[in-house]
């Protein structure tokens, strides 16, 4: 298993080489209730758009999907009320990595941004994936991400960024 590729020459993660091995996904979830101006302005029915609730919920969904996929995963972040600094999850994601192997590991780490500046919204718009500096195995990752995200966003004309 060890010299096993987990991408295909596809592009695709291959579930069988995944769910066999001892592959993790580690999801980080950004940002706490108690981080300050992770918000949207007002809705007119005065609600908000949070994000550490939408974060959240993405983590938990795409854990759930890990779970029947019978893929192991970590949530980096349990924590809602506390903001865990960068510093602590990089600290966190680094004991996973020595404990799974650093090359058993994909973080993802799921960040919305709400677009707001006080009461006035902004203009962003669009989607990206960032990775580390250099050509890694982040970037096979990326590019998965990013074809996905391309079929499933094309119809929203968003702008998609891939960051390597």
Known sequence: MKNK???SNGGTLDPAVVT???FWVLLDNGHARSTKGKCSPKFPDGSRFYE???NRDI???IAEQLKKSNINYKIVVPEVDDDIA???RANRVNRYCSKFGKNNCLLISIHANASGMGDKWMTARG???W???GK???DEYADIFYKEAEKLLAEEKCDIIVKH
């Open 5 to 7: 590729k987990l991408v």
């Open 20 to 22: 066999a091995s001892k």
């Open 52 to 54: 550490y609730e939408f």
């Open 59 to 61: 983590v938990a969904r």
């Open 86 to 88: 960068l510093t602590t």
């Open 127 to 129: 989607w990206s994936v």
């Open 131 to 133: 990775t580390t500096k």
């Open 136 to 138: 890694t195995k982040s």
